[in-house]
């Protein structure tokens, strides 16, 4: 692997169906079939995971819940509340604000944010649909993230690449 790698998550299928806030709607019932199989992905393809940056989101939460256990080894999480309704752009500060002692890092968080931070990062749509990763590497320390041009490495539900 690369230096750094910047796993996108986009956090699994929500469930509409009971009206509660946008930041408070669960799971449904896809999303909680479709986590554990991006966990699975994970545990195949990644060595290891330093740290999850999630959003504040219940269905982002619940995504990592579900992923992390599928993990031989459950990273650290840290809840980000600047992730949920993110953009690109804060996305980006996020990547930057990180130790550069971190070598893997995932971001659970929602779109457009997510493909736009891929895109930004590699200079390739990537489409994220709920429950999907892109995988990441950048050759430079997360400080630099943006100017430095990330290599896609794999994307999907589950990854391709």
Known sequence: MAEHTLILLRHSKSDWSSGEADIDRPLGKRGRRQAPEAGQWLATHVDRVDLAVVSIAERARATWDLVSAELGERPEMRLAE???????????????????????????????????????????????????LAVIELDDPWRSAGRARGRLRAAGRPPTG
């Open 82 to 132: 600047r992730a949920y309704g993110a953009s690109s752009e804060e996305l980006l500060d996020i990547a930057r604000s990180l130790s550069e002692e971190l070598d893997t890092v995932v971001l659970v968080g929602h779109n457009p944010g997510l493909e736009g931070l891929a895109e930004t990062l590699t200079d390739d749509w990537v489409s994220l649909p709920t429950s999907a």
